[in-house]
């Protein structure tokens, strides 16, 4: 059974910094498309980056150049750093995994990523 679990969420004020987890179980996650996703109230969730199955990394123009999305293959966990956190960040993220490394991977498609985690809330204040 796969299983995705987030940690790591927390209260910030904007500018600092927060590294989420999300620990895989079921599978292998080093040769899937892993992605975070976030979702703000009232909003639709949205992609925030990916990493392929052989590590090319993808990232929303909102947050390119402040959050790394990485994995360690020997823990089966993915992460993402975020850095020079906005008030504007602030959501339920979630991690997310799809089989194939391909258009629907790079492009964040939401609907085309299978399993996904419970989220964890990042809250940034200004």
């Known amino acids: 059974e796969v299983q995705l679990v987030e940690s790591g969420g927390g209260s910030v004020q904007a500018g600092g910094s927060l590294t989420l987890s999300c620990a895989a179980s079921g599978f292998s996650l080093s040769s899937y498309c892993m992605g975070w996703f976030r979702q703000a109230p009232g909003q639709e969730r949205e992609g925030v980056a990916i990493?392929?199955?052989?590590?090319?990394?993808s990232y929303a123009e909102s947050v390119k150049g402040r959050f790394t999305i990485t994995r360690n293959n020997d823990k089966n966990t993915l992460y993402l750093q975020m850095n020079s956190l906005k008030p504007e960040d602030t959501a339920m993220y979630y991690c997310?995994?799809?089989?194939?490394?391909?258009?629907?991977?790079?492009?964040?498609?939401?609907?085309?990523?299978?399993?996904w985690g419970h989220g964890t809330q990042v809250t940034v204040s200004s």
């Open positions: 990493i392929e199955g052989h590590g090319s990394t």
């Open positions: 997310a995994e799809r089989y194939y490394s391909d258009f629907y991977c790079r492009s964040l498609v939401v609907r085309h990523f299978a399993d």
